[in-house]
């Protein structure tokens, strides 16, 4: 028993400074690396003008103009004397006339109206039918390509929405605030800027993450050998 004591006393300890220097070894030197993507600036800025060319190019080629028309109308009732009750219909009407105004039958007349080139399903992804603020107002948005399609897909859908919620409802018009009007369509194409700033930002991200991957596998290296 004492001999196999003695025989566990003396088994080598673990090299814990190996381990420890080995540990060292494989951490990364962030100041060495900073100074090291210092040293190759001039490949990150060339990277990052690169980037914004492209960037650039893809915008004046593949970038298209998109622009926003939007018409608006009021529920409420169309009586003299309004009492609150009726306020409080008008709210509760609002998301049903939303829905009537973008629903199946409604988008079909209007690709009928003016002749156009989509079904349903592809210009109903143009219109926005929103009630802001949960007010008694209801807002048509038409995104498109084309400044007065823009405006007349607005025009007809409020107006053959109308006629609609009439048929459906059966009470008052809602009253009409705005038309859309083609001074009124704003254009929300996204600005050059945008996509430069992106083309630089790419562009840096790019050139960093490849100095990176080449210091770490250079300092792996040495470390190996």
């Known amino acids: 028993m004492i001999k196999e004591a003695k025989n566990i006393q003396e088994k080598p300890a673990k090299p814990v400074v190996t381990e420890t220097i080995i540990q060292q070894e494989d951490t990364i030197d962030l100041l060495e690396l900073f100074w090291v993507l210092v040293n190759h600036w001039k490949i990150i800025l060339l990277t990052m003008l690169i980037t914004a060319m492209l960037a650039g190019v893809y ?56 002749d156009l080139n989509l079904d349903y399903r592809e210009l109903s992804k ?3 039918v929103t009630n802001p603020d949960n007010s008694h107002i209801i807002t048509i948005t038409v995104t498109c390509g084309d400044v007065e399609l823009c405006r007349d897909i607005a025009n007809s859908l409020m107006n053959i929405g109308l006629d609609r ?3 459906v409802v059966g009470s008052s018009e809602p009253t009409v605030i705005d038309y859309s009007e083609a001074e009124a369509v704003d254009e929300i194409t996204p600005a050059l800027t945008k996509y430069l700033a992106i083309g630089l930002l790419l562009g840096l991200i790019a050139a960093c993450g490849l100095i990176c991957v080449r210091y770490m596998t250079a300092v792996s290296y040495t470390h190996l050998t």
Do not use: M
């Open 59 to 114: 915008y004046l080629v593949g970038v298209k103009p998109s622009y926003q028309a939007d018409a608006s109308i009021f529920i409420t009732n169309n009586e003299s004397v309004i009492t609150v009750s009726d306020l409080q219909l008008s709210s509760e009407l609002t998301e049903d006339y939303a829905k009537i105004i973008k629903s199946r039958n409604v988008l079909k007349q209007v690709i009928k109206e003016l």
């Open 126 to 128: 143009l219109v926005s």
């Open 165 to 167: 919620i009439y048929q």
